[in-house]
């Protein structure tokens, strides 16, 4: 009897994941997002090798080929230092995908955290975390983060610390509704007649079932914190020259428009299909998981 219920579970596990991978399957607009980006992820790993002229992601002067237009050599042509600019943007998808794993690579459990101890102890803990949540959402963004930019060197350390002080935030709130309707469950109140300790209900019972919305969160944030590290760029508070860096090479072409457009078309059609790919796959995570908007 044991081994039919053993069976049974088994077969129940496999049946939800088979599920859930033909609704992710059958969504074209996910699996395209995938593919995606695995090319961006392919093309920044791979850049020293991928690229023409992986010497001109420094700070390389060629006179003689400034504003050249796109043709064979230079496929998205150069800049008006004669840099070609196909090798500064794949190295630039290189800078935006460090940027999005330093930010959510920290704002992700950070808030995760937070938000299971507010929604689980509740009291004054949940008084103080979300009080200082409410404190940082009611700030605009962009004007804290720019703030926080100005005060410090403009790295890309730097722009993911500006960032990653705003975004736990988002998590942390998200994570708190769930973790509290969680709370009041009859399997967390059994294990709690059970012995089991806050720590083990916190990450081995109420955290797997946050794993479907964490994933569907952090993957529409990576596109929304490649837009917002490509904007403090663009304003000149993001990464610091000559590392190249989609905002910056945007800002930089601006002023040879419309005479030299694939200065500013290139770059920006790159933050354009990158964040593409992340909201496509974000979608398709979204019916996999059957995750409620």
């Known amino acids: 009897m044991a081994d039919m219920n053993m069976l049974d579970t088994s077969d129940r596990g496999l049946s939800d994941g088979y599920m859930m991978w033909y609704r992710f399957s059958r ?6 997002g995938t593919l995606m980006l695995i090319s961006v992820i392919m093309l920044a790993v791979f850049a020293p090798w991928l690229t023409p002229y992986p010497k001109h992601v420094g700070a390389v002067v060629d006179f003689r080929a400034r504003h050249m237009p796109p043709d064979l050599t230079h496929w998205f042509g150069t800049d008006k230092a004669g840099r070609d600019i196909f090798s500064r ?26 938000g299971l101890i507010a929604g689980y102890f509740g009291g004054w803990v949940e ?29 890309l350390m730097n722009a993911m610390i500006a960032i990653t002080l705003l975004w736990w935030t ?12 969680g709370a009041s469950e009859d399997f967390i109140e059994a294990a709690r ?21 964490i994933s569907v969160k952090t993957t529409l944030d990576a596109a929304f914190v490649i837009l917002f590290g490509a904007t403090l760029s663009f304003l000149g508070f993001g990464v610091k020259p000559p590392t190249p860096d989609l905002g910056s090479m945007v800002a930089d072409g ?8 694939w200065e500013v078309l290139c770059p920006g059609a790159a933050v354009f299909y990158v964040t593409l790919g992340f909201n496509l796959l974000g979608d398709g995570l979204r019916d996999m998981f059957d995750v409620e908007s």
Request: with cysteine; aromatic share 6%; glycine share 6%.
């Open 27 to 32: 969504n074209p607009a996910a699996v395209i």
């Open 127 to 155: 008084k103080i975390i979300t009080g200082l949540t409410n404190v940082m959402l009611a700030m605009p963004p962009l004007v804290m983060a720019l703030a926080v930019s100005n005060l410090l060197e403009p790295t």
């Open 170 to 181: 988002w998590h942390a709130r998200l994570i708190y509704s769930v973790s509290k309707s």
């Open 254 to 261: 601006r002023q040879f428009m419309p005479d030299y457009w």
């Open 89 to 114: 943007t794949v190295f630039g998808l290189r800078v935006s995908l460090l940027l999005v794993i330093g930010v959510l690579g920290i704002s992700v459990p950070v808030g995760t955290v937070l």
């Open 193 to 213: 007649l059970a012995g089991a300790g806050p720590m083990h209900i916190l990450f081995r019972e109420i955290l797997p079932n946050c794993v479907a919305v």
